[in-house]
């Protein structure tokens, strides 16, 4: 198993206009959500220049306060862009440390919106984050949140493996991914994939119960055989313009 590989998730959805108020309640519902997924996910700070001065600024489930934050996000030149904000759990350790950037609001074409995590890649944390449980949870709570297209917590090298797979803006596959209902009919899927409804919005897909490596050839192998399947039920295809 290569430990050394560093992993991402990532939820996405196209153009879709919102206010700072209706960013503010859906980052609300992201915060309360990832309290139940892991304990170093019960606390998050805003970036700042440095970790001492992160550290004074917590980012609390307080809708008010996180409207304030997300204005102070908008883009300053276009409009369309919407806003971005940052968090950071508070781990020193970079290495061991999560943060997440959120793109909310836009409704310029070529600028996707996301809520997407860096994760720790080795370290105690690391540990029990990188787990199919966590990972799934983590996926979870940020559809349940932002409602997206689609999303997916994976390493950057199955990343880079499958993406001559599926076009520019088009679904990737990975350890977890999740795929809204209105993109089409789940297919079967071999073992050991299991398959996890999120709310009335769409599916969990979880391929492997242990961590995914792509120094398994019969991980490689079950993420090329699902990505078949998948491509073939219509569920990979590019859902924003091509450049």
Not at 34 to 43: A, G, K
Not at 193 to 203: A, H, L, Q, S
Request: a neutral charge; glycine letters at 8%.
């Amino acid at each position: 198993m290569n430990m050394n590989e560093k992993y991402y998730a990532g939820a996405y959805w196209g153009p879709r206009k919102e206010s700072p108020e209706e960013c503010a309640t859906r980052l609300e519902a992201l915060l309360r959500g990832l309290y139940e997924v892991e304990p170093s996910f019960t606390r998050w700070f805003q970036t700042g220049k440095s970790r001492k001065d992160a550290k004074l600024r917590p980012m609390e489930p307080i809708r008010s306060e996180l409207e304030s934050l997300v204005r102070r996000g908008k883009d300053r030149i276009v409009e369309e862009i919407g806003y971005r904000v940052g968090g950071w759990n508070g781990v020193d350790d970079d290495y061991d440390a999560t943060g997440f950037l959120v793109t909310c609001g836009s409704y310029a074409t070529r600028v996707s919106n996301a809520c997407a995590f860096t994760l720790p890649s080795r370290g105690p944390h690391a540990e029990q984050i990188l787990t199919a449980p966590v990972q799934a949870g983590l996926l979870r709570a940020a559809v349940v949140a932002w409602e997206p297209n689609w999303g997916v917590a994976t390493s950057h090298a199955l990343s880079s493996l499958m993406d001559s797979r599926t076009g520019r803006g088009a679904p990737r596959i990975g350890w977890v991914m999740y795929l809204a209902h209105h993109l089409g009919a789940m297919p079967p899927l071999p073992t050991p994939v299991r398959i996890e409804p999120v709310e009335d919005k769409g599916t969990l897909i979880v391929l492997t119960p242990e961590r995914f490596t792509v120094s398994n050839p019969e991980h490689v192998a079950l993420a090329e055989r699902v990505g078949e399947l998948l491509d073939r039920a219509g569920l990979l295809k590019p859902l924003q313009p091509q450049k």
